[in-house]
C-alpha cells in the first residue's frame, strides 16, 4: 500500500537558477518538504522563465541506512527489470536484462555485491508507484518511492569512495527523471516550453 498523501508540509522559496555560459536558461524551482506518519514526500516544481524551451533532468540523492546492521546483512529490493551499462567514462551505451547479481526484483542478499549502476524500466504498484527497499536483519524496511513523473533509478553501495577507512554504512536510494548524459543523447530529457513547468514527486518512509 503506497504511502498517504501528508497533510501539512514546508516550502522553501522559489530558487531561481540565472543563465550561466554551461546552461543559459532562466530555470525557477520550488521545492515542497511534506512530513506525515507515512514519512517523507517531496515535490519539486520547475518553471522555465525564459524565451526559449529549455532542457531539463532531475535526480536526487537520498541513502538508506541499515540501522546497527552491516550493508552486507541487508537485503536490497529495487523495482526495475533492466541495468544501464556505461563505458571507461562511466556514460551510458545501452541497457540489457538486469540478470545475476543485478536482478534486484526480489529481495536479495548485498553480501559482496558492489553497485554503482543506473536501472530503468521500472515496476509499479497498484498506486502507481516504484519503490527501492533496504531490509535490515531485524525485518525493518528503509525505502525511497516514485510516482509515475520520474522512471529512473540510480543504487549506490559506495565501494567505489577513495577515503580511508571508509566502510560501507549505506545504499544511495536515487530516483532519476532520466540517466547520465541526457543532454548529449536526449534519452529520457525533459523540454519544458516558455512559462510552463515540469513537476516530479517522490519520497522516503520506514516499513
Not at 516544481?45 to 546497527?68: C, E, I, K, M, Q
Not at 533492466?82 to 567514462?89: F, G, H, K, P, S
Given at each position: ?5 501528508p497533510r501539512a508540509g ?188 515540469h513537476e516530479v514527486r ?6
Amino acid at each position: 500500500m503506497g504511502p498517504r498523501r501528508p497533510r501539512a508540509g514546508r516550502r522553501h522559496p522559489r530558487a531561481p537558477a540565472p543563465p550561466t555560459k554551461g546552461y543559459p536558461f532562466a530555470l525557477t524551482t520550488r521545492v515542497t518538504y511534506r512530513l506525515s506518519d507515512a514519512g517523507l514526500a517531496v515535490t519539486v516544481r520547475a518553471t522555465n522563465d525564459g524565451p526559449t524551451t529549455l532542457p531539463y533532468g532531475v535526480g536526487f540523492h537520498p541513502w538508506l541506512s541499515p540501522g546497527d546492521a552491516a550493508v552486507d546483512e541487508c537485503t536490497l529490493r529495487l523495482d526495475a527489470t533492466r541495468r544501464v551499462t556505461v563505458d571507461e567514462r562511466l556514460l551510458p551505451t545501452g541497457d540489457v536484462a538486469a540478470e545475476g547479481d543485478h536482478d534486484f526484483t526480489s529481495p536479495r542478499s548485498l553480501r559482496g555485491i558492489a553497485l554503482d549502476d543506473a536501472y530503468v524500466d521500472v515496476v509499479r504498484d497498484d498506486a502507481g508507484l516504484t519503490w527501492m527497499r533496504l531490509a535490515s536483519p531485524d525485518g525493518r524496511e528503509a525505502a525511497v518511492w516514485t510516482d509515475d513523473s520520474m522512471d529512473t533509478w540510480q543504487v549506490c553501495t559506495g565501494d567505489g569512495i577513495d577515503a580511508p577507512g571508509y566502510v560501507r554504512t549505506g545504499v544511495a536510494a536515487e530516483p532519476m527523471s532520466c540517466i547520465a548524459d541526457a543532454f548529449r543523447t536526449g534519452d529520457r530529457l525533459v523540454r519544458i516550453a516558455p512559462g510552463d513547468s515540469h513537476e516530479v514527486r517522490w519520497g522516503a518512509t520506514l516499513l
